[in-house]
Structure formats: C-alpha cells, structure tokens
C-alpha cells in the first residue's frame, strides 16, 4: 500500500489499512495501532518503550518486560517542538502542494534548504525567497511520496543554491521525509536530513 493511500485513508476517517475504525480510535483494532502507543495512553502524549510492541489490549506484560514499572522521566512532544522551533511547519504551503495531513520541516532541514533573506538575495546576487525554495522543497517531496510505496521513510533528491558560503551554483542534497503517528496517534509527515532521526 503506497504511502499516499495510507494518507487518504486517514484524513477520510479510516483505518491505515482501510477498515472502518473502532469507536473512540483512529484504529481499526490493536494490530494497526502504532507499537509506540498503549492503549492506556489515549488522553496523554505519545510514549514508547520496546514492551509495547505486540501488546493485545488487556493483556498485561510478560513477567521478563524490563520496562514494564519504568518511570517516564521526559517526554518530548510535536507540539513542544513546533512551540520550541525544533520543528517549522509547513502550514498552508503544504495544503497547497498537496500534502493533507500536517507537515512540518526540522530546523536543521529548514535552514539548509528553506531559510533565506533579503540580505542573502544581495549577498549571492541571486533572488529568492522562503516561500518559493519551501515550494521547491515540497513538491520534490510530493513527487518522492507518489513512489514511496509502503515505506515510512522516504530519500529524496532536491537541487537549491546552499544559504552557506559565497557560491550561487545550485547543489544537490538529500533530504528524509517520514510519515509516523503524531502527539494523538494521529498521521504526520516529518520532512528532516538524512542523518535525523
């Protein structure tokens, strides 16, 4: 199932595999919901630990589960690093270029690939703006999710003129877009360098 069709089937209320979901879930039952999720954690920030995975609801942890009485010391959330610039949303650029469900940029992506100035355009001698290097951004990632099949993380090539140094030739660079359940378990699109994670 190509990435795309596990985007549609979400934003029209569905199961990512296509069923119809359970009452008071986006999930059609415990195989499809995200292994990072528990079922006691619905009303709270997304948590993972390694026991989660293959849980059935009800079922209580095997003995062995290390993490089974683990404290949660720190939980980092999508919205925190929205809030915290960690993350830059995409907004309606990315409604625009066909994205329908939130897509947000790491800052390190961001400033490689997005950010430019005015005092940028005078000092390459070449005119840019934001908007248009997102634009550029975004549709190469569309392009890349219509052949993503069913994988999460995607490679994509983009050719930009780098914001750094003196030089004005285009070069190309790799960027990393990932699709993962979001603060509710809902679907997101994380656009990021190769080396984030």
């Known amino acids: 199932m190509s990435l795309l069709t596990r ?14 979901p359970r009452p008071g879930s ?3 039952g415990q195989l499809c919901e995200p292994t990072h999720r528990a079922a006691n954690t619905a009303d709270s920030s997304a ?9 059935e609801e009800g079922t ?15 939980a980092y959330t999508r919205a925190q690093a929205l809030a915290d610039g960690a993350l830059v949303d995409a907004g309606p650029v990315a409604r625009e270029a066909g994205f329908r469900i939130p897509l947000a940029l790491t800052q390190a992506a961001w400033a490689d690939c997005v950010a430019w100035t005015d005092a940028d355009s005078e ?17 190469m990632a569309m392009l890349a999710a219509r052949r993503a099949g069913d994988r999460q993380r995607v490679p994509f090539e983009l050719v930009r003129v780098p914001v750094a140094g003196r030089g004005v030739r285009p070069r190309l660079t790799t960027l990393a ?8 378990g809902e679907p997101v699109i994380t656009i990021m360098l190769p080396e984030e994670d």
């Open 60 to 74: 209580p942890p095997a003995a062995d589960d290390f993490w089974v009485d683990a404290e949660i010391i720190h």
């Open 123 to 139: 000092r390459k001698g070449t005119v840019q703006d934001e908007k248009g290097r997102l634009w550029d951004v975004l549709t």
């Open 177 to 184: 877009m990932v699709i993962g359940p979001g603060d509710e």
């Open 7 to 20: 985007i549609d089937r979400a934003v029209a209320g569905d199961c990512p595999c296509g069923a119809a």
């Open 47 to 55: 948590r993972w630990h390694p026991g989660l995975a293959g849980f």
């Open 26 to 28: 986006a999930y059609c």
